[in-house]
């Protein structure tokens, strides 16, 4: 499987700040996912970033709030805009390999202050 | 409804004994199903992915898909102190584009 990096592994951020978080894969690859584990809890599907074409949100996810960008096929990014408390998440990047399988790098893990 | 159920937990099992884990999904046209396992503080690595009713075997590891139920089983034989983990089910739509991940089972190994 592709190995897989995020930047940065964590941060402390301020209120209404914003934070990019980066993706770097050691291969191409088409589709490439961004998820949300919040303390305890399951991953949340936030976007789907395909190279060539605009990020597809799901619902209760905002392209104001979560800007992707997908330049190449072997980078993106994520970036949390305007943070709240509520924000503080572990933002994780997956990418699918072989027939459907999705793999994922280790994570952002964000705290808002 | 949620999507994906899973119990949450925890289960307890001894060392050397079968871990049952079970899965229920509410889309009847799902298509793909897979199994994580998630250590603490650590990210979710696919252990098994499996495609068509039926039983598929890896090692230790067996899935078991029964679509006509809408129930996906993974069962760890053996089960040691290091399967001691999160489980997450997931599971695609009818497009294949969007994973959906259960809340997790607890699953702890006693020595």
């Known amino acids: 499987s592709a190995v897989i990096s995020q930047k940065p592994s964590r941060d402390i951020c301020q209120r209404g700040t914003s934070l990019t978080i980066q993706c770097q894969v050691d291969?191409?690859?088409?589709?490439m996912f961004w998820y949300r584990q919040q303390p305890g809890q399951s991953l949340t599907l936030i976007a789907t970033?395909?190279?060539?074409?605009?990020?597809?949100?799901e619902s209760g996810f905002v392209i104001d709030k979560f800007p992707i960008s997908r330049p190449n096929l072997t980078f993106s990014t994520l970036t949390v805009s305007n943070m709240s408390p509520e924000d503080s998440s572990i933002y994780l990047c997956?990418?699918?390999?072989?027939?459907?399988?999705?793999?994922f790098g280790p994570g952002t893990r964000l705290t808002v202050t | 409804q949620k999507e994906v159920e899973q119990n949450s937990g925890p289960l307890s099992v001894p060392e050397g004994a079968i871990a049952s884990l079970n899965c229920t999904y509410s889309?009847?046209?799902?298509?793909?199903f897979f199994w994580y396992r998630q250590y603490s503080g650590k990210s979710p690595e696919l252990i098994m992915s499996?495609?068509?009713?039926g039983d598929k075997e890896d090692g230790r590891f067996t899935a078991q898909l029964n679509k006509a139920s809408q129930y996906v089983s993974l069962l760890i034989r053996d089960s040691q102190p290091s399967d001691s983990a999160t489980y997450l089910c997931?599971?695609?739509?009818?497009?294949?584009?969007?994973?959906?991940f259960g809340a997790g089972t607890r699953l702890t190994v006693k020595p």
């Open positions: 970033a395909n190279q060539g074409s605009e990020a597809t949100y």
């Open positions: 997931a599971v695609t739509g009818y497009n294949n584009n969007d994973m959906r």
């Open positions: 499996i495609y068509s009713n």
């Open positions: 889309d009847r046209g799902s298509q793909s």
């Open positions: 291969s191409q690859v088409t589709m």
């Open positions: 997956s990418v699918r390999q072989g027939r459907y399988e999705q793999y």
